[in-house]
């Protein structure tokens, strides 16, 4: 087998050493019934020549995302990877590496952390930031439970353009805390109902800019009537690209921001892995979930960095640990984090308005056709349109002349049929969007 | 000395091999490397773009007017800077990384190539289902593997680590308990021996936490777990085999316990890698269990995730699992995404790693059901030999035979005033990463080594002169030595508790020195 090197020499040398005459004295330990005789019945070994050329084969089943022109979001967005991040992303250093518990010999892990939780404080307009969470959606759950200890209160509300996933997966979260959860049914426009009435006994308003519908939503109110009532304002965010071209939440008041930031060097992987990006405001730091990185010195005063404020974490503090996570998405994160310095500043802001230019150019042509409508007033890259017909029906069509036109929003929430939510990136050319003008036609004739 | 004709001297004199500081302190392959945000500015970029077209925005009053500062750098000075990054890090790749708990075994490449093809890789997972059959395919089958592995009935795939794993089997369990109305249920036992993820876990589903003690065998105390049995127990996370290395040989019991309350038994899984193909945690009597697919099944760790970290839930469980999952139907492969009244919902945004997937179904397929009961008897072989070859000169915390990993106590380092992180600090001036230290709790400066199959003997016997000579070393009083470590390594030991008490966690202008 190409992957262990003892040979059956070195095995007997072994077992001799240890003082046992065969390997099954190894497990003695084990009761009897639970001994297995013989092999799991499973196929036994295949060569890397083998094992290439079957998944090669399973992976041919599926239509890649840039097999032809393709335009989803929802949470995941396609954009251009630069080859570099790949490259030293595989590099064994970091990719082999444990978490960086000996920081004398993890240097070059902990000094990206500090790198990418300073980008991730800067792009949101926040103090700091932790090394990362699962994604985007249990970062919001755990901003939700943050809220909660900080406040010393039990509710949220959740505004209704969150995610319909990030809802349920803080509901998920929440369920066994006594945490009362006021979520608001998703529907596209400017809703600000949500901000009236608002109790003294909250916790957290969690709102999301771009919303699932694509609609740029102004956190300054919802910041001020959280504020208001004592509660924290909670932006979350699903396309890290649009913090390149709209106002940072940080600076319309939030307290917490958290989001996906798979759109940066990460990739689309069929929902994961992804990175769950988590910053919030100095004075809230404590209550952070997560590893977090700092800077020190070391022996001889140069700087260093290590992993600290692990009393918040299961490691030492078990039961009464701040969350329960432990490993982070740790290669994703460098991979964010390169990819975010190949581009710099301006560079984000660059790749932020051609998507933005791609939406409205996209927009226009798709608004077009008879009887397609435009719900989103304001957009990045994403926008909702409703249609004449049932959209699942439309989205299937379109599929069969090759060509992925958006989400459904039936797929992600009940009542709105006849909604489909577009997407278009940097990745889109305008041959792509003509197809999918033709397609769209075509499904709706 | 020797010179070569060109008149190039050939070997070092004395004068060279004298420590002395460079200028730049820079020392050889070893390079200074300051943050991107010294180094970048905002206004560089290693991504080129068309043109811009001139479109009217669409932001509304909402387009980002304040400068962000986001450094940026070209693309030979982003290799640069990540490559002598890259250098500071210890890795797999470059020797014996002994982090028990941890199984820091050989990622092999062909999975990375495999996670990489377009047809997984470049894959939105909200594709309509006709354009995702082989991502499917490749979940089914995956979970069929792990189903087979485990003995178990279902397996939830959406946990992305293993810490939620646990919560989803914890959820799972507390459904379950709901379900039959049994709100007195809340205690769950979880052995003092057990990760912190574990009673971490259990409060987030509501439970409280009742602690049992270990026995001089390094085992569950079944005395005092049958003390503490009791209607209102929810259940007992047990990992096994345990923290310490040791099969819990008691454990059909301790289920048989359980169960007779109406609780339910959680394993961590984190150290699967000693039973595969040998011993099914199914036929053992657990409900609920999680796999770590980045130890067990070899995907990279990556310097702290993606984990991956898939749940097998017995037929009890079975009902209340998480959505999404897969289910094979006439036509292929759906996604059922909505969760029914039973389930406890939803965990992630999406369906799990797929990218993990991928690489542990490679793992699995490359070693088949032959080669994955090797690699589990090469690793606790390895453990054990590793063990019998230390136990000369270090203080084995329970003796006997051990699984996967071999746990020794500081005993052999009292009076020496050589600490266990000393030790920990010193083999890593050898070339070493050191062992888990301090953990687990109930071994006093516990050091647990988990060699895993990937090592060689001869690796291993280079490590074992190594620890053995570094253990005569400290009894023979040089404690100088230790304190001084690690000399040799990118930086001397850094101060932890100046990092907590003032903590500096993002660059500023004005705050780095």
Same mark, same amino acid.
């Given at each position: ?100 518990? &000996? ?46 200890? @900080? ?54 308003? @969690? ?16 910041? @001020? ?74 022996? &001889? ?145 | ?513």
């Amino acid at each position: 087998m190409r992957y262990l090197p003892l040979n059956e020499n070195d095995r007997a040398a072994m077992l001799d050493v240890v003082g046992v005459k065969s390997v099954d004295d190894l497990f003695v330990d084990v009761p009897e019934a639970a001994r297995l005789d013989g092999l799991i019945d499973l196929p036994t070994h295949m060569t890397e020549a083998e094992v290439d050329a079957r998944l090669t084969a399973m992976a041919g089943k599926n239509r890649a995302a840039g097999a032809g022109p393709f335009f989803m979001g929802g949470g995941a967005y396609r954009h251009h990877i630069p080859a570099s991040v790949d490259h030293l992303i595989q590099r064994s250093e970091f990719l082999t590496a444990y978490t960086p518990y &000996q920081p004398e010999i993890s240097q070059g892990t902990l000094q990206v952390l500090f790198e990418f939780q300073t980008q991730v404080a800067m792009l949101t307009g926040m103090d700091v930031a932790n090394a990362s969470m699962y994604d985007g959606s249990t970062a919001c759950g755990e901003a939700v439970l943050m809220a909660c200890r @900080v406040k010393r209160r039990k509710k949220c509300v959740l505004a209704p353009g969150l995610h319909p996933h990030y809802a349920a997966v803080t509901e998920n979260l929440c369920q066994y805390l006594d945490i009362s959860l006021d979520i608001h049914a998703p529907a596209p426009g400017k809703d600000v109902d949500v901000l009236n009435g608002l109790d003294k006994d909250i916790a957290a308003i @969690v709102v999301q800019s771009p919303n699932v519908f694509g609609e740029i939503i102004d956190l300054e109110p919802y910041a @001020v009537a959280a504020h208001a009532v004592g509660a924290l304002l909670i932006a979350v965010f699903t396309e890290p690209v649009a913090l390149g071209a709209i106002k940072s939440p940080g600076e319309m008041g939030a307290d917490i921001v958290v989001g996906e930031g798979q759109s940066i060097g990460v990739g689309l992987n069929f929902g994961g892995p992804y990175v769950g990006l988590f910053a919030c405001r100095q004075k809230l730091v404590r209550q952070m979930p997560g590893r977090v990185c700092g800077e020190t010195v070391d022996a &001889q005063g140069k700087r260093g960095y290590v992993l600290t404020l692990s009393t918040r974490e299961q490691h030492i503090r078990r039961e009464k640990a701040t969350s329960n996570i432990c490993t982070n998405s740790g290669l994703c994160t460098v991979a964010f984090s390169i990819h975010m310095t190949l581009l710099g500043e301006a560079g984000l802001r660059t790749l932020a308005a051609i998507n933005h230019e791609k939406a409205c150019m996209l927009a226009d042509k798709l608004t077009a056709i008879d009887g397609v409508e435009l719900v989103t007033d304001t957009f990045f890259n994403e926008f909702t349109l409703r249609l004449p017909k049932k959209a699942s029906d439309v989205v299937g069509d379109m599929v069969a002349q090759n060509v992925i036109g958006g989400l459904h929003a039936s797929r992600l929430m009940d009542g709105q049929d006849d909604l489909l939510i577009v997407c278009a990136t940097e990745t889109n050319s305008e041959a792509d969007m003509d197809a999918f003008v033709s397609a769209l036609k075509g499904a709706l004739s | 000395m020797s010179m070569n004709t060109q008149g190039r001297q050939t070997t070092p004199d004395a004068v060279s091999a004298r420590e002395h500081q460079t200028v730049s302190g820079n020392r050889g392959l070893a390079q200074t490397e300051k943050l991107i945000f010294e180094i970048g500015t905002p206004r560089r970029s290693g991504v080129d773009f068309p043109k811009l077209k001139g479109v009217k925005s669409r932001l509304g009053s909402m387009a980002r007017t304040d400068e962000i500062g986001l450094p940026g750098l070209s693309e030979p000075e982003a290799m640069r800077h990540y490559v002598r990054l890259s250098q500071k890090n210890y890795a797999i790749d470059m020797g014996v990384y002994p982090l028990g708990s941890c199984t820091m075994k050989h990622n092999p490449r062909l999975n990375e190539k495999m996670a990489r093809l377009p047809g997984f890789a470049d894959l939105h997972p909200l594709q309509p289902r006709g354009t995702v059959q082989g991502a499917l395919e490749l979940m089914d089958e995956l979970s069929h593997w792990i189903c087979t592995l485990t003995g178990m009935p279902v397996v939830a795939m959406s946990p992305k680590a293993g810490a939620h794993g646990e919560l989803c089997g914890m959820m799972a369990i507390r459904a379950a308990l709901d379900a039959k109305g049994a709100g007195h249920k809340r205690r769950v036992l979880v052995p003092e021996s057990a990760h912190g993820t574990n009673p971490a876990t259990a409060v987030l589903c509501g439970f409280s936490i009742d602690t049992i003690p270990a026995n001089d065998a390094g085992r569950v105390d079944m005395e005092a777990l049958r003390a503490k049995i009791g209607d209102d127990v929810a259940g007992i996370m047990l990992t096994n085999p345990n923290t310490c290395g040791l099969f819990e040989n008691d454990i059909i019991e301790i289920a048989e316990l359980i169960h007779g309350v109406g609780g339910y038994f959680y394993c961590d899984g984190a150290n699967f890698n000693a039973l595969v193909g040998r011993v099914r945690p199914g036929d053992l009597g657990i409900d609920a269990m999680h796999l770590n697919l980045h130890k067990t099944f070899s995907t990279p760790h990556g310097g702290g995730g993606p984990g991956s970290g898939p749940t097998v839930l017995s037929e009890a469980l079975a009902p209340f699992a998480p959505v999404p999952y897969v289910e094979k139907q006439g036509d292929g492969w759906h996604l059922v995404e909505n969760a029914d009244d039973k389930s406890f919902g939803r965990m992630t945004a999406f369906h799990g790693q797929m990218g993990m997937f991928t690489r542990a179904l490679s793992y699995m397929l490359s070693h088949g059901s032959d080669g994955l009961k090797q690699a589990t008897e090469d690793a606790v072989l390895n453990a054990n030999y590793v063990q019998a070859s230390l136990s000369g000169e270090m203080s084995p915390a329970f003796g006997g035979i051990c699984m996967h990993e071999a746990l020794f106590s500081d005993e052999f380092l009292e009076g020496t005033g050589v600490e266990t992180l000393d030790f920990a600090k010193a083999m890593i001036d050898e070339g070493y990463h050191p062992m888990t230290m301090y953990f687990p709790l109930v071994v006093k400066g516990a050091m647990l080594i988990e060699p895993t199959e990937s090592e060689s003997k001869a690796e291993l016997d280079r490590f074992i002169d190594v620890m053995n000579a570094l253990a005569k070393k400290a009894k023979s009083g040089d404690v100088a030595f230790f304190k001084a470590a690690p000399i040799y390594a990118p930086l001397r030991r850094l101060d932890e508790t100046r990092a907590a008490r003032k903590p500096v966690l993002r660059w500023r202008e004005e705050t780095t020195a």
